[in-house]
C-alpha cells in the first residue's frame, strides 16, 4: 500500500503560482512512477504531469506544458506541481497518484487539494 497526501492548493490570481506537494508513504516510494490529473467541475479528470520513478523522465499535457514542473525528492518521499502562470481553466481538484514503471493504471491515489484561479 502506498499512502499519498497532497497539500498547497488554494486561491491564486491569473497569471500567480503555486506549489503542490504530494507525501508518500508506505512501501518503497523511489519505486513508483508519480503523476498529478486533476478534474475541474463537470469534467473528466485529466493527466496533467509524471515523472519516473529516478526523475529522469517526465511528461506533460499539451496545456500545462511550459507553466508546471514536475520534481520529486526520493530521500523526503515527496513529488512536488510547480505552477507558474496560472489561467483559470487550471481551477480543478488536484490528484497525487502513483504507479509501478510499466503498468498503464494509477494504482494509487491521494485524496486531492482545490486549486481555484481567478480572473
Known amino acids: 500500500q502506498v499512502q499519498l497526501v497532497e497539500s498547497g492548493g488554494g486561491l491564486v490570481q491569473a497569471g500567480g503560482s503555486l506549489r503542490l506537494s504530494c507525501a508518500a508513504s508506505?512501501?518503497?516510494?523511489?519505486?513508483?512512477?508519480m503523476g498529478w490529473l486533476r478534474q475541474a467541475p463537470g469534467k473528466e479528470r485529466e493527466f496533467v504531469a509524471y515523472?519516473?520513478?529516478?526523475?529522469?523522465?517526465?511528461s506533460y499535457a499539451g496545456s500545462v506544458k511550459g507553466r508546471f514542473t514536475i520534481s520529486r525528492d526520493n530521500a523526503k518521499n515527496t513529488v512536488y506541481l510547480q505552477m507558474n502562470s496560472l489561467k483559470p481553466e487550471d481551477t480543478a481538484v488536484y490528484y497525487c497518484?502513483?504507479?509501478?514503471?510499466?503498468?498503464?493504471?494509477?494504482?494509487?491515489w491521494g485524496q486531492g487539494t482545490q486549486v481555484t484561479v481567478s480572473s
Open positions: 497518484a502513483a504507479r509501478l514503471p510499466g503498468t498503464g493504471d494509477w494504482e494509487y
Open positions: 508506505g512501501r518503497t516510494f523511489s519505486s513508483y512512477t
Open positions: 515523472i519516473s520513478w529516478r526523475g529522469g523522465s517526465t
